[in-house]
């Protein structure tokens, strides 16, 4: 099982290879052995969050498939949501905790063919699925949902260009651009006050971070690179938590200042669970799990392990439920 590697140095490419290399390191964090036991058929619905909180996170076999799976943090009550051909990744809850959306890489390459590459929007059962990228008529790469719920940010675009960050309404209609063509943008993350987004910029030579106004205005940059990547918000929107290198995680203030090293041991800061504590895909030993920590670097635990180490993702709790999960 390899670790996670986010390429730097990379002059800008456009966004099929770009996802291939970076998706397919994540990816192969998850995958290492068939999924076996403990699953469910797609569309019956699992068990409500408790106080440990409720994960959906991905698990598969390397280069047959991969599915979105869920189940307490403990590893409990796990069932299988998707099914079928195809490699389901990413997954990421709505804000009601109704809806998840993951992306979808069908059997074969992808670099030549991004047209291909799919963003699902399914209920938490795993019924109901629509391709938003294909109903809107562009390819997808990461998304994230608006604190209301009703729009989702992601970068795509039409084949043989770079990619751009995009708005869309949750079924798929009045795709908007917010970032000009010509420049590789990445990664989206919609701050959960709704005010404004972060995303990575392919430079020359490597990735940084910026943040923009949800209207796609005010462009700041945040990083200098040349390795920093794969921004997400923390609850309260106070904290912008990114990579920095092949296992380093950091956080920093939405206006760049404050950098902290949070810890070495793993590259990919995938979620903030309620309680305001990193949920993260990383390695121990070669083995891929999923893991939590503070943002104080303190309290490191691992939640899921073994081939159901990848793209870790909290199930949100009514704000009467929160716990302090995490």
Not at 171 to 178: E, I, K, N, Y
Not at 274 to 295: D, H, M, Q
């Amino acid at each position: 099982m390899g670790h996670l590697v986010i390429p730097a140095k990379r002059p800008a490419i456009v966004f099929g290879a770009l996802l291939t290399l970076l998706g397919a390191a994540l990816l192969a964090l998850a995958l290492g052995r068939e999924p076996e036991g403990g699953s469910s058929r797609t569309g019956t619905a699992f068990a409500p969050p408790i106080a440990s909180g409720t994960l959906a996170f991905v698990r598969g076999k390397e280069g047959v498939a991969a599915d979105i799976y869920v189940a307490r943090a403990d590893g409990s009550r796990r069932q299988r949501l998707t099914r079928g051909p195809g490699f389901k990744y990413d997954p990421d809850w709505s804000p009601d905790g109704q809806w998840l959306l993951y992306r979808y890489e069908p059997p074969g390459p992808t670099a030549s063919r991004p047209s291909r590459l799919g963003l699902v929007v399914m209920r938490a059962d795993g019924s109901g699925a629509v391709d938003l990228a294909r109903r809107a008529g562009v390819y997808s790469g990461p998304a994230s949902w608006a604190p209301g719920g009703d729009r989702i940010a992601f970068s795509g675009g039409q084949p043989g260009d770079s990619s751009s960050i995009y708005v869309v309404r949750r079924d798929g209609s009045h795709l908007t651009r917010l970032t000009p063509p010509g420049r590789e943008a990445q990664y989206p993350a919609w701050s959960p006050d709704g005010r404004r987004i972060a995303f990575t910029y392919v430079e020359t030579g490597g990735f940084s971070i910026y943040v923009m106004d949800a209207t796609g205005t005010n462009v700041k940059r945040l990083t200098n690179g040349p390795e920093d990547n794969w921004p997400v918000w923390s609850p309260d929107s106070e904290r912008i938590a990114f990579s920095r290198g092949e296992q380093t995680i950091w956080s920093m203030n939405p206006d760049g200042t404050d950098a902290r090293l949070v810890t070495t041991r793993g590259g990919a800061p995938l979620n903030w669970s309620p309680a305001k504590k990193l949920v993260f895909s990383c390695t121990r030993s070669g083995v891929a799990e999923s893991c939590s920590i503070s943002e104080s670097g303190t309290g490191f635990r691992t939640l899921l392990s073994g081939a159901e180490g990848g793209f870790p993702a909290w199930r949100p709790q009514p704000a009467a439920g929160r716990t302090a999960a995490g």
